[in-house]
């Protein structure tokens, strides 16, 4: 059985403490975590991030003790133009701080040479605090297969690897197969979800943030692609669906289902 949790953006900007509870009720082991707060809020409500307040990652320490529960990606980090590795130490302590696993980048430098190193760079830093660096197959720089595995070349780093989520990697149109082109061992985290293909709503971020599907709801391989992950490598549920929510469908109940559909693939 693979190691489930539950991925921060399914749950709707959520009370980052409530949100911990809520996944140990469900038995799950572990959660993902944004620096900047939740990106999809259910109303305008734009709660505070990691990032910026103390307080609140205190409070997130403690819960995440009180039910043994660990991070195992904090989001948020990106390379730019004007952001280099050096300028993310702070948010590298925070990660450390949390305990978390892995951290996710994005690079969105034009000049991709200076991007690969500034991303090796960063990943000298995370190993220095214990962390894995990870970037997200079809975000930013690595929006395609041969941009991913450009970058993976480019960085060249042993404390660097991917982070597959189903919706993007599909939609990129990368296949099973091309698993075996980027390597297996280089994936180190997953974000599983389901969607129709084609793509039913015509908005991709507004599909992506709010109207994902559970697993064996979409058409997706999910059954082959998890039979070719490690066990050990950690597999977040990553399916906002608001539809849901307005509906009145507590987190509780659309969490369990969206477990047991996962455990049946």
């Known amino acids: 059985m693979h190691d489930f949790g539950i991925e921060n953006l399914s749950s709707f900007a959520l009370d980052p403490v409530e949100f911990i509870h809520l996944a140990s009720e469900l038995g799950c082991g572990h959660i993902s975590l944004s620096l900047g707060g939740g990106a999809n809020p259910l109303d305008e409500t734009r709660p505070p991030g990691l990032g910026q307040d103390r307080t609140l990652r205190q409070a997130v320490i403690a819960g995440l003790r009180d039910a043994s529960m660990r991070v195992s990606l904090l989001e948020g980090f990106m390379i730019a133009s004007e952001v280099?590795?050096?300028?993310?130490?702070?948010?590298?302590d925070i990660a450390a701080e949390l305990g978390a696993r892995s951290i996710c980048v994005v690079s969105?430098?034009?000049?991709?040479?200076?991007a690969y190193?500034?991303?090796?760079?960063?990943?000298?830093?995370?190993?220095?605090?214990g962390l894995i660096v990870t970037t997200e197959f079809g975000a930013g720089t690595a929006r395609n297969l041969d941009?991913?595995?450009e970058m993976m070349a480019g960085v060249d780093h042993?404390?660097?690897?991917?982070?597959?989520?189903?919706?993007?990697?599909?939609?990129?149109?990368?296949t099973l197969a091309d698993l075996d082109l980027?390597?297996?061992?280089?994936?180190?985290?997953?974000?599983?979800?389901?969607?129709?293909?084609?793509?039913?709503?015509?908005?991709?971020?507004?599909?992506?943030?709010?109207?994902r599907r559970a697993p064996g709801d979409g058409d997706l391989p999910l059954g082959e692609f998890l039979?070719?992950?490690?066990?050990?490598?950690?597999v977040g549920l990553e399916i906002p669906i608001r539809s849901e929510a307005m509906a009145g469908i507590s987190h509780l109940e659309r969490f369990r289902?969206?477990?047991d559909q996962a455990k049946c693939l």
């Open 117 to 129: 190193g500034e991303i090796a760079a960063l990943c000298d830093l995370a190993a220095e605090r």
């Open 257 to 259: 289902r969206y477990l």
């Open 84 to 92: 280099s590795a050096g300028d993310l130490v702070a948010d590298l």
């Open 147 to 149: 941009r991913v595995r």
């Open 158 to 174: 042993d404390n660097f690897g991917l982070l597959i989520d189903t919706m993007h990697y599909f939609r990129c149109g990368a």
């Open 182 to 211: 980027l390597g297996i061992e280089a994936i180190r985290h997953v974000q599983l979800c389901d969607v129709p293909m084609p793509a039913l709503i015509k908005d991709y971020m507004e599909e992506a943030l709010y109207e």
């Open 108 to 114: 969105m430098e034009r000049d991709r040479p200076r």
């Open 227 to 234: 039979g070719r992950i490690p066990q050990g490598i950690p």
